[in-house]
Each structure stands twice: as structure tokens, then as C-alpha cells.
């Protein structure tokens, strides 16, 4: 018998978080009077976690797929995925074109270095692509000033026969909270606004709270890139996923293998950090950070034993925790432990918990956890 961890992956849970997202974006296009935006369903870092071809299958109702591998893209191309696929962070060295080429892929433009790079390309047949503005992100992107020129080098590209569609994005550093999106909003209409092309301006948290920035006045098609809320977490601190009807698309489960009685003043785990009071009965989880649990959890952190909601005690270790069976006196080994997901804790009050977020965790299961899909 293998260990009993296993993470379960929902393809349902998936498209029904595709599906809100569409709602959200055509109820605000329609009141705003805009055509609604198209969706890049962001998929990088192996969808978060839950596997590139998983995604593929669960996201076929979006109008493109995005992320930064170019193997991960072409995983997309050869599990059948013909719509555009988007490079968030465009190419990286020349020999990277004739992959971009070769498998249709759409390129952000950054960097002057990779608009070089294309002088001397000559694809088989244009390559799409977005000129990124960094409108205060200060990550990727061209500086205002230098955004106009940028994209005549980019238009000259097209007139070579290199360029096809000529897009403009860019990417907003507060749409999670203060202080909004309203400055980057007003740099990116002085320096691209006026300019034609596709525009792309909004990840999860900026579509979710500001649709206004999705569902832009004009006649340009809207892009918008929701990654996290797809796979059911939030990207807000202040904000439950389930506030906005997504569902957990990651399950992480596993068993108790182990219970001890604790007498009072007894210690669990390395250092000893968590002393029980009173005598208790304390579940032993066969999860630890090597499969991707935060070890920054401490006690108090939210677990679910055989149902129950209970918590963890002292230091997660590398294979196992522990967790407190009061709430649970029915547990024995063998009785179901959801650490995260559906039946369990959402995974970003577990983030909480360690300091970080959903994202991270989702993003850090570990290779040696098997995945399973959800049935239905
Ligand atoms: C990751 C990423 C997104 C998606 O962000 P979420 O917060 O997961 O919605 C969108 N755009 C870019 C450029 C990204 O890197």
C-alpha cells in the first residue's frame, strides 16, 4: 500500500470557476454597454499546481490559454489545445523564436533585447504579439516614456511581415487592495490609450474588484489573465473564494496512521512547541513539508479529521503533523484527514496560518503526492 496522502484535482470545480469569472465579466460589459472581454485562463507553474493538461481538459471555454514555459505551452499544443496561447513573459533568447513560430504562440514584448532579437527573425508566418507597459509594477514592461517607441518598433516589425497583432498589456501591482488600480489605469491610457490593438490589463483580484479595468469603452478587443481565482482560492486577504461562488478546484487528503494519549504537560514534535494542558488524544497525519504542507503552520492551524474541524499541534515535520482529536473522538487510524480543499479547510485560511498564500501552497505540492481526478 502506498502512503495514504493523495491530492484530488476537480475538473468540474475548474470550469465552474471559468464559468464565474464569464458571468462576472459579461453582467459588468453589458452594463457598461462594452463588448465583453476574452479570457486568457492563466495556467502557469503547471496550473498552479493542478497539472497543464488537467487545465486544458477543464478550460475549454476559455478564449486562450496563458503562461511563461514554452514547454508548458507546448504541452497545451499537444494535448490538442488549438486556441491562442499566451508567453506572459514573451521569449528568451533567439532560439526561442522558431518555438513561438513553429506552435503558434503568442509573444509579450518587454524588453528592447527581445524586440533585437526578432530584427533577425523570419518566421513562417507572423507572430502575434502584446508590448507590455510597466505602469508601476516595476517588473516587466517599458517605461511610459519609452512605450511609444517601443511599439513603432514593434509596428515596423509588421510592416517587415515578422508581427502580426499588436497588442498592448500591462499588469497592476495593488488590484488586492489599497491603494487600486485607478493610477496604474490613468498611466496606461496616457501612454497606450490612444495606440490600436487587443488590450490586457486585469489578473484575478483587479477583474473581480475592478471590472471596470476588464470592460474597457472603445472598439479594441479586452483581454483579461485570471490565474487563481480559477482554481477556486482567492486573491484577496480580506475576501473568502467562496464569497464569490468559486469552489476549490485542489484537495489535499490523507489519513491518520498513528493517535497518542497525551497526559498533561507532554509535548508533540520536534522542539516540543505545542504542551498539551490536559490529558488529550492527538491524531498522527501522514502529511508532512515534503509533500508540500507549509512548515511555518503552527498550532491552531484549521484541519478536518473524519469531518471534524480540529487543528494542528507543534511543528509540522517533514512527513508528518498532528492534530488535536477533541473535535474528533470517533478518529482512529485510518480516519480520513482533508488538510485542504473540499472537506476541508479552504487552502487560503491553511496559507494564513504560514504566513503566505493560497497560491504558494497550491503551487508547492510536492511531486511525490499523487493526484487523482474528482469523479463527476
Ligand atoms: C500570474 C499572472 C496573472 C494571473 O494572476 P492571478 O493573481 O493568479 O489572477 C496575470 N497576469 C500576469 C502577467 C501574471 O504573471
Not at 493523495?6 to 464569464?22: E, I, K, P, W
Not at 521569449?91 to 514584448?109: A, K, M, N, S
Not at 488535536?324 to 479547510?345: F, H, I, N, T, Y
Not at 501552497?361 to 493526484?371: E, H, S, T
Request: aromatic share 6%; with cysteine.
Amino acid at each position: 500500500m502506498p502512503r495514504p496522502i493523495h491530492a484530488t484535482v476537480s475538473l468540474s470545480a475548474m470550469t465552474h470557476n471559468l464559468g464565474v469569472v464569464r458571468r462576472h465579466l459579461d453582467q459588468h460589459a453589458r452594463a457598461a454597454g462594452v463588448p465583453a472581454p476574452s479570457v486568457w485562463a492563466v495556467i502557469k507553474a503547471n496550473a498552479y499546481g493542478h497539472g497543464i493538461e488537467r487545465a486544458v481538459a477543464a478550460f475549454q471555454a476559455a478564449q486562450g490559454l496563458a503562461m511563461l514555459d514554452l514547454d508548458e505551452a507546448v504541452r497545451c499544443r499537444e494535448a490538442g489545445w488549438v486556441g491562442p496561447i499566451l508567453l506572459l513573459e514573451g521569449f528568451f533568447q533567439p532560439g526561442d523564436i522558431e518555438i513561438v513560430d513553429r506552435y503558434h504562440l503568442t509573444t509579450v514584448l518587454h524588453d528592447i533585447a527581445q524586440i533585437d532579437m526578432l530584427q533577425h527573425a523570419r518566421p513562417a508566418r507572423r507572430l502575434d504579439a502584446y508590448v507590455k507597459l510597466n505602469t508601476g509594477m516595476n517588473r516587466l514592461g517599458f517605461a511610459p516614456a519609452a512605450y511609444a517607441q517601443a511599439h513603432a518598433r514593434a509596428c515596423q516589425l509588421h510592416e517587415q511581415g515578422v508581427l502580426g497583432t499588436i497588442g498592448r498589456m500591462t499588469h497592476f501591482a495593488h488590484a488586492d487592495g489599497p491603494p487600486g488600480v485607478a493610477a496604474q489605469m490613468a498611466c496606461f491610457a496616457e501612454a497606450a490609450g490612444h495606440l490600436p490593438g487587443p488590450a490586457s490589463l486585469c489578473n484575478s483580484a483587479a477583474l473581480l474588484r475592478y471590472p471596470e479595468a476588464a470592460c474597457l469603452p472603445g472598439d479594441e478587443p479586452a483581454w483579461v489573465r485570471p490565474g487563481i481565482c480559477l482554481y477556486g482560492a482567492s486573491p484577496f486577504e480580506d475576501e473568502p473564494a467562496s464569497a464569490r461562488g468559486l469552489l476549490p478546484a485542489m484537495t489535499l487528503a490523507s489519513e491518520l496512521i498513528a493517535v497518542q494519549h497525551l497526559r498533561a504537560g507532554d509535548t508533540v514534535g520536534y522542539g516540543g512547541s505545542f504542551r498539551a494542558p490536559a490529558p488529550m488524544r492527538v491524531g498522527v497525519v501522514a502529511c508532512g513539508y515534503a509533500d508540500g504542507y507549509p512548515r511555518h503552520a503552527g498550532t491552531g492551524t484549521p484541519v478536518y479529521v473524519a469531518g471534524a474541524a480540529t487543528r494542528l499541534l507543534g511543528r509540522v515535520s517533514m512527513d508528518m503533523l498532528a492534530v488535536d482529536l477533541g473535535p474528533a473522538p470517533s478518529a482512529r487510524v485510518g480516519s480520513p484527514v482533508v488538510l485542504w480543499g473540499d472537506g476541508g479547510p479552504p487552502v487560503d485560511e491553511v496559507a494564513r496560518a504560514a504566513g503566505t498564500i493560497g497560491y504558494e501552497l497550491l503551487c508547492a505540492l510536492a511531486r511525490r503526492v499523487p493526484v487523482r481526478l474528482a469523479q463527476g
